[in-house]
């Protein structure tokens, strides 16, 4: 026996609903942006007016509210969990997750955590910008402030900065990885330390196969995560496996 979910749902089968920003630029397999990048159907919300400049340059507090309305709309559409597609959109994890029903993970951020408990060493963060990661986005994601994190940014990478931070509406997939790999390594040779690498930005995950190579070190990125929260929220059946 089937009956229909919602009122508002026409249609089924989506587990996984991404906000995705107001932006322009090549979104690759492996990108958030990308749905080729999973085995599961997803179904993408794009937030109206929250650019790269609104959400990382300037916070913009009053992004909450679209954040907050695009989120019930995938709610209503019936997906099974919610999830970003920018890593800082941790500014609102909170705030969004305190209105909806189902699960909501805006920010791989939310694994520092369990990176820093399985390997018992600090983690390593690659982000899209570190001058504008603050301790705001930390704590929303509930990481304390004694949690042992080491940063490196990508906003001086050309290909990187051009490309993503300031859209040229071009993108040069292989100068990336290059830029990604040498920051990677550049972090942990400075922090030899460090356990286990977060790549913040969503668009970094096609690269982490990269990262891992020169680094030597488990690699988590916004698809460890949504595909780990898929898996909760879709539980598979094992009987007659064998």
């Not at 942006?33 to 919300?45: D, K």
């Not at 990187?160 to 071009?170: Q, S, V, Y």
């Not at 286990?196 to 990269?210: N, R």
């Amino acid at each position: 026996m089937y009956e229909i979910g919602r009122k508002t749902q026409s249609w089924y089968g989506e587990s996984i609903g991404i906000l995705i920003l107001d932006a322009a630029y090549p979104c690759v397999p492996g990108n958030v942006g990308n749905a080729t990048s999973y085995p599961f159907p997803v179904r993408y919300h794009e937030v109206e007016g929250a650019s790269i400049d609104r959400l990382l340059n300037q916070c913009d507090p009053s992004l909450v509210t679209p954040f907050i309305e695009g989120a019930l709309a995938l709610q209503a559409r019936g997906v099974k969990a919610v999830t970003g597609a920018c890593g800082f959109m941790a500014i609102f994890q909170q705030e969004v997750a305190s209105v909806l029903e189902i699960p909501v993970f805006l920010s791989p951020l939310l694994q520092i955590p369990f990176m820093v408990q399985i390997t018992g060493r600090p983690a390593g963060v690659i982000t899209a910008n570190a001058e504008r990661l603050t301790t705001a986005h930390f704590r929303a994601c509930g990481i304390a402030e004694e949690t042992p994190i080491h940063i490196a940014g990508m906003e001086r990478q050309p290909e990187f900065r051009t490309a993503i931070l300031e859209e040229k509406g071009t993108l040069d997939s292989a100068l990336i990885e290059e830029e990604v790999s040498a920051v990677a390594a550049a972090l942990v040779e400075r922090h030899p330390e460090i356990g286990a690498i977060l790549l913040e930005c969503s668009d970094l995950p096609p690269y982490a196969k990269a990262v891992q190579r020169v680094t030597g070190r488990p690699v988590f990125d916004f698809n460890t995560m949504i595909t780990s929260v898929e898996r909760a929220v879709v539980a598979r059946d094992y009987r007659g496996a064998m």
